[in-house]
């Protein structure tokens, strides 16, 4: 396969995987990464091993050999800055949320199918091999039709109030957080696998931590775990820590979601149940390697991750045979193999990966949601 420069802006904790995984692919090369910060965008280049560096992504954009920008900067910079990568007429791999309101999304969705560029949105969870098993699975009718979806991503990396992140702060992350931030993944993978749409929801939201201590130095996301700083600010919080969403697919099935970032003991956890009319599977990406499949007149069975086993249409999905884990970063891997195929196929459609058409979707989708939790009603999803 042909070579491709890529440049990654943002350096934060989920720039550094992505390089991590393009890198995997074996045909991608890391030309540039950008950050905000000169210095921080000095140290991360080192650390990484990428030849250069920016503190302005717009010297990045102007290099003439990166044909593809990943953008993982906070999410109030995804719209500009994903605006002015197709603007210089390079693809582009956006991390979700694809921006911070549908109006944004709109306009990119347009300048996408204008500019004809390929354009990706990190749904990367999507790739795990078993959630790929269980969309082969639904849609080759082994489930039967569905009658009910629940499921939940809960974390606790928020649990207390001295921890802090910039996705607290509405300014940067938009004016919902939890669901944006964790449910955006589950309401995608739901809807993928299932082939079933979401049209009504209702929602609970809660803020635990109406105000929260910030440190006065800048942190990483996650970091704050380990991070022992006994300088504080107190800021209010007006995004919420918790959310609980009543949901109706536009099959009839109906459903549940719950998101929780203070959940103690639950450090990444997006888990599904999905019950059919011939049976029900169950998926959690704390154990990803294993499968329930849940029946009514024989065995239960649990699945464990071996493409051998899988349907043969998403064996490619699992990179190393049964019994060799696969989990995170290969989500990542999966997905960028898909899209950098695209690239290099032209205009022939064909690879799998969440287009900008889906990051539209969920920011549709959130934006219902809050307004549910706003006025305390069922609301439609246009
Ligand atoms: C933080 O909550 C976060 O990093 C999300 O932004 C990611 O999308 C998820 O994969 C893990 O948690």
Redesign the pocket.
Known sequence: MKKINTGVIGTG??GPSHIEALRRLGYVNIIATADINKKVAKEKAEQLNVDKFYGDYKELLAEKSIEVVHVCTPNHLHYPIVKEVLLAGKHVVCE?PLAINPEQGRDLLKLVKKTGLVAAVHFNLRFYPLVQQAKAMIEAGEIGDILAINGSYQ?DWLLYRTDYNWRLESEFSGKSRAVV??GS?WLDMVEYISGIKIEKVYADFCTFFKTRKKPVKSIE?YTGKILKSSDYKDIKINTEDYATVLLRFNNGAHGSMTVNQAAAGRK?RLAFELYGTKMSIAWNSENPNEMWIGKRDSKNELLIKDPSIMNSSVRQYSSYPGGHAEGFPDTSKQLFNNVYKQISAGKEPGFDFPTFEDGYRELILCDVIFDSALKEKWKEVK
């Open positions: 904790f989920i979700k974390q931030d964790i993944h996301t990444n």
